[in-house]
Nanobody, 116 residues
Framework: QVQLVESGGGLVQPGGSLRLSCAAS????????MRWYRQAPGKERELVAH????????SYADSVKGRFTISRDNAKNTVYLQMNGLKPEDTAVYYC?????????WGQGTQVTVSS
């Protein structure tokens, strides 16, 4: 079955960095685009970054452009989100997602808290 397992979240001071990982299994990882979303308390889930299956073409939300980098290692079936210059407003639960046909599969999420 499809599984997505996020890791790497934690508490970090403003200006700090974290790298999130999402380990995927149960599907042909290299064939599918992957996405990172986040959801802050009281807010809707929002798309943060997207990476295509091949060629590594990426896109970002305006709020994270220039600070976050999405990448993937198809040999390890893992997608990453490098987050630099973190701000308190980046505090949220971060999720990875894959869409297989008409079905969205989500991980359990990893908490990122940016606070001094």
């Amino acid at each position: 079955q499809v599984q997505l397992v996020e890791s790497g979240g934690g508490l970090v001071q403003p200006g700090g960095s974290l790298r999130l990982s999402c380990a995927a299994s149960g599907f042909t990882f290299s064939s599918y685009a992957m996405r990172w979303y986040r959801q802050a308390p009281g807010k809707e889930r929002e798309l943060v970054a997207h990476i295509r299956a091949a060629g590594g073409i990426t896109s970002y939300a305006d709020s994270v452009k220039g600070r976050f980098t999405i990448s993937r290692d198809n040999a390890k079936n893992t997608v990453y989100l490098q987050m630099n210059g973190l701000k308190p407003e980046d505090t949220a639960v971060y999720y990875c997602k894959v869409k297989l046909g008409l079905v969205d599969y989500w991980g359990q999420g990893t908490q990122v808290t940016v606070s001094s």
